[in-house]
């Protein structure tokens, strides 16, 4: 399953799925993105603020 983040908190998302991922070498991938679904994107940053406040 797709883990969203913005570009500010790569390693926030890195370290807990190295951590918790059964693969020894898990995927994790940066992806710039140019377009899409406008109230998607807003919902990312959205959760990823929330995010940040509680950790």
């Given amino acids: 399953m797709p883990a969203k983040t913005m ?3 790569p ?7 190295s951590e918790n991922h059964p693969y020894d ?12 679904n406008l ?3 807003n919902w990312i940053k959205e959760e990823t603020h929330s995010q940040e406040l509680i950790g």
């Fill in 39 to 41: 109230d998607f994107s």
């Fill in 11 to 17: 390693s926030v998302t890195q370290q807990p799925l």
């Fill in 7 to 9: 570009q500010d908190h």
């Fill in 25 to 36: 070498r898990p995927c994790l991938l940066a992806l710039l993105i140019l377009g899409g």
